[in-house]
């Protein structure tokens, strides 16, 4: 057979973990470009292995490239069209980062400036009669088989790529290739006689100099406000949608302006038994099963006590039975099981080593976010994370973590949400007063640096509190928006933190899980740091 005919569905290109297609790419015709670009795609590795040379081109059959090759991957390009097409209100943050003219394979470059064209005369929608005419003006459409070969060819690539991370990797590509070009030019001018050093060193600085322009290319205001207008269409047009990551909870995302934001550092802080982590956990459960993978960093509790968390919330098994095995009957058991096919659905990786600098947060999960996508990052606890041994001062060095967290948040472009404890100021003296935003430890570098600053706090559990036909009921958690550059700041809301399942829930919808009997909380932790 022809070494340019399109590969058949038997190929051996293995599927992708991100996709879950089971096919291989496909194209019509053997002879147009497009057809060879997809043979050269089904002999390779695919995008999400992740190898630090990809296999494209000239590797097939499990042949690393050879160190002095170009760095290039097909199949970056190919999907980042792809993509595109998924995610078109994201088409000028791709081209600002990875312009067409970062493409190595010509025909791909010329399909990406038909594509973006044609995307911006419908406004971001997709229509295929306007992508064939501009294909023609960009004198493509034979190099692409047409507008049904090429809409099938994105199709079958699938569409669950992390769009920021596949036109960086162009970008860097690109960019090593550009430096390889200079580099060997400045090897010969270097031993041509003819030439001044004076003047080889300059242009060799020159030409570096240029190199990073294509990915320098900064956004304009009118690029963010029409990415604004297209996401909060979008929003306006699916009943209930929030404009940020809706956390479960309505009365948090209507208190917050939506929810959690991407790019943004959030702060819950509280004192111990109020139950912050299990708040934390219940979110990232959430998120996890509605839009996407969650990172979790567990610096005070190990994964197995999570595990239980998850298992008494979602279930409705009493917290204590399943952190001691001790009576457990069938029905715990009949009501566990399908909660573990839920946490397996729902992606929450646990990093559970104690200690961690921000720099190993950011490597961890910017590695996350390169293999399966990213929506949130947690950090519990604050005081738990490593700083710089630069600092005499602890405030300094929380200082120096939270705007480096705030900075990971924006590289990252997730929420990061960081849990915080309170200190007992709020709670000695005669009368206990409610906390305030001075009461987080070392809070200066937080109030600065958090968009979001949460403060929870139990009357019930307040030595001072009130009393009689004014107290609250137990567990429940009242929560203050000390800080929000998202809504107005001050407002209160409350949820219902029920223990004995490690859970909250909104008062006005409580789940009817089975009632505590009176003796279930003997075992409760009561006191120390072990936040529930």
């Not at 457990?328 to 559970?352: G, K, W």
């Not at 929420?415 to 009368?431: F, I, K, Q, Y």
Request: a negative charge; proline letters at 6%; hydrophobic letters at 40%.
């Amino acid at each position: 057979s022809s070494p340019n005919a399109p590969a058949s569905a038997e190929s051996k290109w293995p599927p992708s973990r991100r996709s879950g297609r089971q096919r291989a790419v496909s194209s019509t015709d053997p002879r147009d470009p497009l057809s060879v670009v997809v043979a050269r795609l089904n002999a390779s590795d695919p995008f999400d292995t992740d190898s630090a040379m990809e296999r494209d081109e000239s590797a097939a059959h499990g042949e690393r490239l050879p160190t002095d090759a170009p760095r290039r991957s097909l199949f970056a390009e190919a999907r980042l069209l792809a993509a595109i097409l998924h995610e078109p209100e994201k088409r000028r943050i791709a081209e600002a980062i990875a312009p067409p003219e970062t493409f190595s394979e010509p025909a791909l470059a010329l399909a990406y400036r038909a594509l973006l064209s044609a995307l911006d005369q419908n406004d971001g929608a997709f229509d295929a009669e306007t992508l064939r005419n501009e294909l023609c003006a960009h004198k493509a459409e034979n190099l692409v088989g047409g507008v049904a070969a090429f809409e099938k060819f994105l199709d079958d690539l699938g569409s669950r790529y992390d769009l920021e991370a596949i036109a960086r990797r162009i970008a860097d590509y690109h960019a090593a290739r550009s430096f390889g070009e200079i580099m060997r030019w400045g090897f010969h001018a270097s031993r041509d006689w003819t030439v001044p050093v004076a003047d080889a060193i300059d242009d060799v600085r020159r030409r570096l100099g240029m190199i990073a322009l294509p990915s320098r290319k900064v956004p304009t205001l009118a690029d963010g406000a029409i990415e604004v207008f297209d996401r909060i269409t979008n929003i306006a047009e699916k009943t209930g949608d929030t404009v940020g990551i809706s956390t479960g909870f309505p009365e948090y995302d209507e208190a917050t302006g939506g929810g959690l934001f991407p790019g943004e550092l959030i702060i819950f802080g509280a004192r111990p038994r109020v139950g912050k982590t299990a708040l934390a956990l219940q979110v990232a459960e959430r998120i996890a099963r509605t839009k996407g993978p969650v990172l979790f960093f567990s610096l005070e509790m190990l994964r197995r006590e999570l595990a239980a968390r998850f298992l008494a919330f979602s279930s409705g098994v009493l917290f204590q039975r399943i952190r001691t095995g001790k009576a457990l009957d069938a029905s715990d058991f009949a009501r566990m099981t399908p909660n573990l096919h839920m946490a397996r659905a729902a992606e929450v990786r646990i990093e559970d080593r104690p200690s961690q600098s921000v720099a190993s947060i950011a490597s961890a999960a910017q590695a996350m976010k390169a293999d399966c996508g990213l929506s949130l990052v947690i950090v519990d606890s604050l005081r738990k994370v490593r700083g710089s041994a630069h600092y005499r001062e602890r405030r300094d060095v929380v200082s120096a973590v939270t705007a480096d967290l705030k900075d990971l948040a924006k590289t990252l472009g997730v929420p990061v949400l960081v849990l915080a404890h309170l200190s007992r100021a709020h709670e000695s003296g005669m009368t206990a007063r409610k906390p305030r935003m001075a009461d987080l430890a070392e809070s200066s570098g937080i109030e600065n640096d958090a968009d979001t600053v949460i403060l929870m706090h139990r009357e019930d559990l307040t030595p001072t509190g009130a009393k009689g036909s004014d107290a609250p009921k137990p567990g429940e958690v009242e929560f203050y928006c000390a800080k929000q550059r998202n809504a107005e700041p001050g407002k209160f809301f409350k949820l219902r933190f029920r223990g004995e399942y490690s859970r909250f829930e909104s008062i006005a919808m409580e789940r009817d899980f089975p009632v505590a009997a009176p003796d279930a909380y003997d075992d409760f932790p009561r006191g120390g740091d072990d936040d529930c």
